[in-house]
């Protein structure tokens, strides 16, 4: 049975850095993407990063490139979310996903396996 726990995230003033982390047990695929999509009130759940641990090629949303930063540590099976310069824009839940199969890495439908999500608030 796969489980995805995520873990880290709490409220900080903007310009502060969380650090999301994923922990995967009862999967360990390289060949797909693992991912991590947020979604605030009243919006739809968008792509936020991804790694595509068979080549270790990374991706990002305009809207978060250069601030924040996936990696993987493959002997814990655990994906992070680095995420620094943070805006109120920021403020959602925060899902890890798993086995990312879609023709695009940002398509939610694309993914099998999902975490309960961890809220991140980022306060002016």
């Known amino acids: 049975q796969v489980q995805l726990v995520e873990s880290g995230g709490g409220s900080v003033q903007a310009g502060g850095s969380l650090r999301l982390s994923c922990a995967a047990s009862?999967?360990?695929?390289?060949?797909?993407?693992m991912g991590w999509f947020r979604q605030a009130p009243g919006k739809e759940r968008e792509g936020v990063t991804a790694i595509w641990p068979g080549g270790g090629f990374t991706y990002y949303a305009d809207s978060v490139k250069g601030r924040f930063t996936i990696s993987r540590d493959s002997a814990k099976n655990t994906v992070y979310l680095q995420m620094n310069s943070l805006k109120p824009e920021d403020t959602a839940m925060y899902y890890c996903?798993?086995?990312?199969?879609?023709?695009?890495?940002?398509?939610?439908?694309?993914?099998?396996?999902w975490g309960q999500g961890t809220q991140v608030t980022v306060s002016s």
């Open positions: 009862g999967y360990t695929d390289s060949r797909y993407y």
């Open positions: 996903a798993a086995r990312g199969r879609g023709s695009s890495w940002s398509e939610p439908t694309g993914y099998d396996y």
